[in-house]
């Protein structure tokens, strides 16, 4: 003996589940207060609605002036960076090397620019050498 749903007909029998037809599935719509017909799918083709552009243009960070981007660490002169150890490895030989930034300061000044300073720490103990000019060094990865 199998039970049946009051609310839509259906068994409690993992098998018995099918697709509504069409016409069932504008009458549970209907019965759910919208009618599926009278709003079409915007495509990605179709203008986007006024509220999209409204919630948009709105937002504070969408003001021409919005605060740009920080900077990425490895763009960053020895003197600016926060960190006081620095630390990049290589993403082919998976070495870390790391610095205090005064070190760097002292060995490399206060204008240098930290992913210099990062390939030129790697490059000098690289143990990746093939001989070929392109192929040779590390890969680094500043973190």
């Not at 009051?6 to 409690?12: A, E, L, R, W, Y």
């Not at 599935?25 to 006024?50: F, I, Q, S, V, Y």
């Not at 002292?106 to 790697?122: D, E, T």
Request: hydrophobic share 35%.
């Amino acid at each position: 003996m199998f039970l049946i749903c009051s609310i839509c007909g259906m068994t409690d029998r993992p098998a018995s589940w099918r697709m509504p037809t069409p016409k069932q599935m504008e009458k549970l719509a209907a019965a759910a207060g919208r009618n599926c017909r009278d709003a079409p799918n915007p495509g990605p083709g179709d203008p986007m609605p006024a509220e999209y552009w409204n919630a948009l243009l709105g937002d504070p960070r969408a003001g021409s002036g919005s605060v740009p981007p920080a900077p990425s660490l490895r763009a960053l002169r020895l003197s600016e960076i926060p960190k006081h150890i620095l630390r990049v490895s290589c993403s082919r030989c998976a070495r870390i090397v790391e610095i205090q930034k005064a070190d760097a300061l002292r060995l490399y000044g206060r204008a240098a620019i930290w992913k210099q300073v990062g390939q030129r720490l790697l490059d000098d103990t690289c143990q990746q050498r093939t001989g070929s000019h392109e192929d040779d060094g590390c890969w680094p990865s500043f973190e």
